[in-house]
C-alpha cells in the first residue's frame, strides 16, 4: 500500500538515507563483493543475497557474506581490506539515481529545508558516491557510519545530526527505505517516510511502521 503524507510546516530540516533511498548501489556492492571473494578463492554470491544484507555497515555486511559462503571469519581481516580496495576502485560505476531523487531533493532545498544525508556507508564512500552523482551540493551535512559511536538503528547519528543542523528532531523529517531508519526515527523523535523500493532486508516497506510510504522522493517534495 503506498501512502502520501503532506508536509507539515514546521519541519525545517530533512534527514536522507543513501544506498537505497537516494542511490541504487545494489551492483557496486556486488562487484565488490564478488572480487572480493575470488581474491580470496571463495565462491560468489548474487544480487538477492545483497538485497536482503546492505544497510548496515561494512562490517556487517562482509562477516554476512563470509557465512553466506561457508568461510571461517579467519578471513574476515583480508575481506575487509580488499573489500575496500574494490569498492573505492568502483564506487558509483554500477549505481544509479532513483528516478525522482534529484527533482526531489531540489525542491525540498527550494522550500528552505536544511538537508543531511546519514548513511551507514563509510562516510569517505558516501561522499564520493555523492559526488559522482551531482547530489553532493544539495546537503549541507554528510555523515558516515564511521561519524559517530553508534549506528542507525540506534538514534545517536539522527540525534547528532539535528544538533548539528540547529533544529529539534521533531522538526526534521527522515526519509530511508528500511526499518533501520524507522527505528532510529522513532528514539529520535522524528517523524519518518519511507521510500518503497529500497533495501528493507527483504521485508515490504509497508511493513516497518513508518509514518508513510512513498514511490518517489518526488511525490514527498511536491508538498514541501
Not at 519541519?11 to 557496486?28: F, K, N, S, Y
Not at 573505492?88 to 525542491?107: F, K, P, Q, T
Not at 522513532?186 to 529500497?198: N, W
Amino acid at each position: 500500500m503506498n501512502a502520501r503524507s503532506e508536509t507539515p510546516p514546521r519541519w525545517r530540516a530533512a534527514i536522507l538515507d543513501l544506498d537505497g533511498t537516494l542511490v541504487d548501489t545494489q551492483g557496486d556492492f556486488v562487484v565488490a563483493l564478488n572480487h572480493t571473494l575470488a581474491d580470496l578463492g571463495l565462491r560468489g554470491i548474487d544480487a538477492g543475497f545483497v538485497e536482503r544484507t546492505v544497510g548496515k555497515g561494512s562490517e556487517h555486511l562482509i562477516r554476512s557474506t563470509l557465512a553466506e559462503v561457508g568461510a571461517d571469519d579467519g578471513h574476515y581481516g583480508a575481506a575487509w581490506e580488499r573489500y575496500q580496495h574494490h569498492y573505492r576502485r568502483i564506487n558509483g560505476e554500477h549505481s544509479r539515481l532513483y528516478d525522482g531523487v534529484a527533482e526531489g531533493l531540489d525542491r525540498l532545498v527550494s522550500a528552505g529545508l536544511a538537508l543531511a544525508c546519514v548513511t551507514n556507508k563509510p562516510g569517505a564512500f558516501a561522499l564520493e558516491l555523492l559526488e559522482r552523482k551531482g547530489l553532493r551540493g544539495r546537503f549541507a551535512a554528510v555523515y558516515g557510519g564511521d561519524a559517530f559511536a553508534r549506528r542507525k538503528p540506534d538514534p545517536m547519528p539522527l540525534v547528532e545530526t539535528c544538533r548539528a543542523l540547529g533544529v529539534a528532531p521533531r522538526e526534521t523529517l527522515m526519509v530511508g527505505d528500511s526499518s533501520n531508519d524507522v527505528q532510529a526515527a522513532r528514539a529520535a523523535g522524528c517523524p519518518v517516510v519511507l521510500v518503497s523500493y529500497g533495501y528493507n532486508h527483504g521485508e515490504p516497506a509497508e511493513s516497518a511502521g513508518a509514518d508513510a510510504v512513498i514511490d518517489r522522493l518526488d511525490e514527498l517534495a511536491v508538498f514541501a
